[in-house]
């Protein structure tokens, strides 16, 4: 009995995290209409993440470039990852693989469930340089964690829980997807 009571309260937890409030429907709106406003005008969308949010990062990319047809990028391949890690540090790979991939006009998705990650944080900094359009984070744990005070749009998780977090990323970032496909459809 107690496992049960256990993992209805861990599901009804995380359940509570992916009710939206009128920010993140607003931010989530905001979004669908950069994705559309990118794939108008030909621009990319480059997404990035550590550890579980990379496989999100990977996932979404996917679905974005199949789904609605826009050019989304992850970069999780090993040998890019770890030849600008050994080239430039750890905390530098992302903030490389944008300047020599990200182009004016694209948009930044930064996935960290601490808002900590100086990987992430020295993304913002080159997607600056490069004029990048719109910086998006996705974090957790504090609000006001040092990722989401350098992005344009931020949409944050309630928790300290990094599945909780992760989870609710990925739903928030697929519903995107499926707005812009749902409204093709019709």
Request: aromatic residues 8%.
């Given at each position: 009995m107690s496992d049960i009571f256990s993992a209805k309260k861990y599901l009804s937890k995380i359940s509570s995290k992916i009710i939206p409030n009128d920010r993140i429907l607003a931010n989530i709106i905001k979004i669908k209409n950069l994705v559309l406003k990118a794939k108008k005008m030909n621009s990319r969308i480059l997404i990035f993440g550590n550890g579980g949010s990379a496989a999100i990062a990977s996932h979404v990319s996917v679905?974005?470039?199949?789904?609605?047809?826009?050019?989304?990028?992850?970069?999780?391949?090993?040998?890019?990852?770890?030849?600008?890690?050994?080239?430039y540090g750890y905390e530098k790979w992302i903030e490389k693989a944008i300047e020599f991939y990200g182009s004016k006009g694209d948009i930044l998705i930064l996935i960290s469930s601490s808002g900590k990650s100086k990987n992430m944080l020295n993304a913002c900094k080159a997607a600056r340089r490069k004029k990048i359009q719109k910086i998006i984070?996705?974090?957790?744990?504090?609000?006001?964690?040092?990722?989401?005070?350098?992005?344009d749009i931020n949409l944050w998780v309630d928790s300290n829980?990094?599945?909780?977090?992760?989870?609710?990323?990925?739903?928030?970032?697929?519903?995107?997807?499926?707005?812009?496909?749902i409204n093709k459809i019709k």
């Open positions: 679905d974005m470039t199949k789904n609605i047809k826009v050019k989304a990028m992850n970069f999780n391949e090993a040998d890019l990852i770890t030849c600008f890690s050994n080239d984070t996705f974090t957790g744990h504090k609000k006001n964690n040092p990722l989401s005070k350098l992005g829980i990094y599945n909780h977090i992760e989870n609710t990323h990925q739903i928030w970032l697929l519903a995107v997807c499926d707005l812009i496909k």
